[in-house]
């Protein structure tokens, strides 16, 4: 199983950006996904997590400007985030809470000032 997140970019502060995470199989039907980000310097946290009744939550930081989803069809999982702060800049990797599989390689999201 391996989880391919990708959308990241440099941005300003306010604009918005949507990254995917894509799955080789059918994996998310019926699984929790999370999205995670880690600044320059500082440990992994967590960003959003998707459970399997499509029940969401989010981090203080990031609620009510990320929003999760999945597209079960595609295998892929989606974090939709505007009103971007340059304190959300970081690498985003998703995974599987409590579940975790090896972590690729992230995407990165820059948002400047």
């Known amino acids: 199983v391996q989880l391919q997140a990708s959308g990241g970019g440099l941005v300003q502060a306010g604009g918005s950006l949507r990254l995917s995470c894509a799955a080789s199989?059918?994996?998310?039907?019926?699984?929790?996904v999370a999205w995670y980000r880690q600044a320059p310097g500082k440990q992994r946290e967590w960003v959003a997590t998707?459970?399997?009744?499509?029940?969401?939550a989010y981090a203080d930081p990031v609620k009510g400007r990320f929003t999760i989803s999945r597209d079960n069809a595609k295998n892929t999982v989606f974090l939709q985030m505007n009103k971007l702060k340059p304190d959300d800049t970081g690498v985003y990797h998703c995974?599987?809470?409590?579940?975790?599989?090896?972590w690729g390689q992230g995407t990165l999201v820059t948002v400047s000032s």
């Open positions: 998707l459970y399997s009744g499509d029940f969401d």
């Open positions: 199989g059918s994996i998310f039907r019926n699984k929790a």
């Open positions: 995974n599987f809470p409590g579940a975790y599989i090896p």
